[in-house]
């Protein structure tokens, strides 16, 4: 296959070199090799990098006969529409830092409770020359895959995930309770005031949903509400990633859902997962990754039947593991969980509405900004066919919401605005 211009390093002597110094081996000889683009369905199709997958034959001392070896490269673009936004963003210098530094101490913190669970794939090689590269191991020789993202995640795939989150959230609360230096480049989330001028989806979608009322099927009542919430949307999603967790913070993977949660089954036992794309952690509440992933990921009758459960089940699990690896500072209680998902359930609103559709659809121009320094202004994303697609499931949400009183928010600020100015001198 053609290379391109971010894979034209990409020869015999690199392959060679890799393999000796990643592998060990010597007198390695290239017999063949071929660099094709990775699967959409092994990658966020959100990642804007370049991902190829490099198959090698080769051998060498230790291995006389054809050996085989795949390798995916995630490579920094050097041309295309993106080139400006990467060269500006740091996206591709925070995933190399997560993989070089941090994702081996999560892994060496976890370990000391008896053994080596696996966050992440191998990293094989990073560069800055000739173009930021990442080399990492290819997951799918392993056995690992995605699941269909129009379908959801079952329950015991979703189980499974958020159970891994949990060691995720242990072993960065651990790190952050020594001091989280290597933390220092993750402050800025999806939603932080900097970013505001690049996040107008969020609102507009909003707003959207509420002219297509009727078309959707939504109530007046409702859609009474919908109308009050794009322009306080940004602010309040913005409040959830600043806040805390009675003090706690975890670093949150920021983008956890179906495509960057790779599993492996073992005949039809589901064994493990392993997440990828770490451009977008950030430092806050793990409310952040909570409500993300149960508005992405989950089938939706997983997630109407199960979600309190889910929730249940990563707390449980986080607290296990943080007071086996002991940590002393206070642990939030599983209320004082929910009762953050609460404070916050405009969160759970907003991605409801932009979040929910759009990532469970095949196409990855519908996918929502949610890298904001890779903002594209003139990506066409088709809105209101996807709300039209989307139409039952997000009047049964709103529906859920407003028994709650979660679509109040915007109704009650405007109330209290209200009154406030009534008694101002």
């Known amino acids: 296959m053609p290379k391109t211009a971010e894979t034209k390093f990409v020869n015999s002597l690199f392959l060679t070199n890799l393999i000796q110094t990643q592998y060990g081996e010597s007198e390695v000889k290239i017999k ?10 092994i990658n966020d199709p959100y990642a804007r990098s370049s991902m190829n997958r490099i198959l090698i034959k080769y051998t060498s001392k230790e291995n006389p006969t054809n050996a085989v ?15 400006e936004q990467f060269k500006q963003a740091d996206v591709f210098e925070r995933e190399i830092h997560m993989y070089k530094s941090v994702l081996p101490s999560m892994v060496t913190m976890i370990s000391k409770l008896g053994s080596v669970i696996e966050l992440a794939p191998q990293l094989i090689y990073s560069s800055e020359t000739p173009s930021d590269l990442v080399v990492l191991e290819d997951l799918t020789a392993r056995g690992y895959s995605v699941e269909n993202q129009t379908l959801g ?4 795939q979703s189980k499974m995930a958020i159970e891994k989150l ?12 020594d001091g989280g230096q290597p933390f220092a480049k993750f402050a800025k989330g999806t939603f932080h005031s900097e970013h505001k001028d690049k996040l107008s989806f969020f609102p507009d979608t909003i707003r959207t949903v509420g002219e297509m009322a009727p078309e959707l099927d939504i109530g007046q009542s409702m859609a009474d509400k919908l109308q009050k919430l794009p322009g306080k949307a940004l602010q309040k999603a913005v409040d959830a990633y600043e806040s805390d967790l009675k003090g706690f913070k975890v670093l ?5 859902w179906t495509n960057n949660i790779l599993f492996k089954y073992q005949g039809n036992e589901l064994v493990d ?22 508005a992405a990921s989950p089938a939706l009758e997983v997630l109407e039947k ?22 002393i500072k206070s642990v939030p209680t599983l209320l004082e969980l929910q009762v953050e998902l609460l404070k916050h359930g405009s969160l759970q609103v907003i991605y409801a509405l932009t979040v929910s559709p759009f990532m469970r659809t095949k196409d990855a121009h519908n996918t ?31 529906k859920a919401y407003e028994m709650v009183g979660l679509l109040d928010w915007g109704a009650n600020e405007s109330k209290i605005k209200g009154l406030m100015s009534r008694f101002q001198r």
């Open 306 to 327: 199960h979600r309190d459960e889910l929730v249940y089940i990563y707390h449980e699990t986080l607290v296990l593991l943080l007071q086996k690896m002991g940590y």
């Open 69 to 83: 070896i795949t390798f995916v490269a995630k490579i920094k673009p050097t041309e295309g529409p993106l080139v």
């Open 252 to 256: 949150n993977h920021g983008d956890f």
């Open 32 to 41: 063949a090799y071929d660099v094709e683009p990775a699967s959409a369905d």
């Open 368 to 398: 929502p900004p949610m890298q904001p320094t890779l903002h594209r202004p003139n990506q066409s994303t088709d809105v209101k066919q996807i709300l039209r697609a989307h139409a039952p499931s997000i009047v049964a949400q709103l």
């Open 166 to 177: 949990a060691f995720f959230h242990a072993a960065s609360a651990m790190m952050l309770s």
């Open 273 to 294: 997962a392993i997440f990828v794309d770490f451009q977008n952690c950030v430092v806050g509440s793990p409310i952040i990754d909570l409500v993300y992933f149960l």
């Open 153 to 156: 995640l079952s329950y015991e």
